[in-house]
Structures are given as structure tokens and as C-alpha cells.
């Protein structure tokens, strides 16, 4: 079994790089699924969109949730009464 070892300091990178990787995926092939249907060119097509799609995520996903911790923070949530 190989076990690679990468540092600490990388691991929020590559969790981000992973999960946009599969959910660019999979929302990109859904996606043009629903477009296009299932027929002969899905699979060329979707090929040709994915990329272009995981372009957008990987950045978005990256960055997207610092700022979104920012607005958070200045948001003070209470419990119901």
C-alpha cells in the first residue's frame, strides 16, 4: 500500500482541490445530463465542460468561505425564545 505524506500545512488545499474536483463532476455531468439527455454526445460534451467547470470551483471554493466567515462573524445569532 502506498501512504503518501504531505504537510500539514497543505491539507486545506488539497481537501478544497478534492472536493471541488468531485463536485465539479458531479454537478457538471448532472448538469449537462439535464442540457442535453442522455444520448451520444453526453459524454464528449460533458468532457469538454468539466474542465471549465472545476476552473470555476476549485478558486470559488477556495476562497468563497473566507469571506463568507467574515460576513458570519459580524452576525450575532441568538437562541428562540
Known amino acids: 500500500m502506498i501512504v503518501l505524506k ?12 478534492f472536493m471541488a474536483f468531485g463536485m465539479s ?6 448538469m449537462m ?5 442522455f444520448n451520444s ?8 465542460a468539466w474542465p471549465m467547470a472545476f ?3 476549485f478558486p470559488t471554493a ?3 468561505p473566507k469571506g463568507i466567515r467574515k ?6 445569532f441568538v437562541e428562540s425564545e
Open 6 to 17: 504531505i504537510n500539514k500545512k497543505y491539507e486545506h488545499v488539497l481537501f478544497t482541490f
Open 25 to 30: 463532476c458531479l454537478i457538471s455531468f448532472f
Open 33 to 37: 445530463a439535464v442540457n442535453f439527455g
Open 41 to 48: 454526445l453526453l459524454l464528449e460534451k460533458w468532457l469538454h
Open 55 to 57: 476552473a470555476l470551483a
Open 62 to 64: 477556495y476562497f468563497l
Open 71 to 76: 460576513l458570519m462573524k459580524k452576525i450575532t
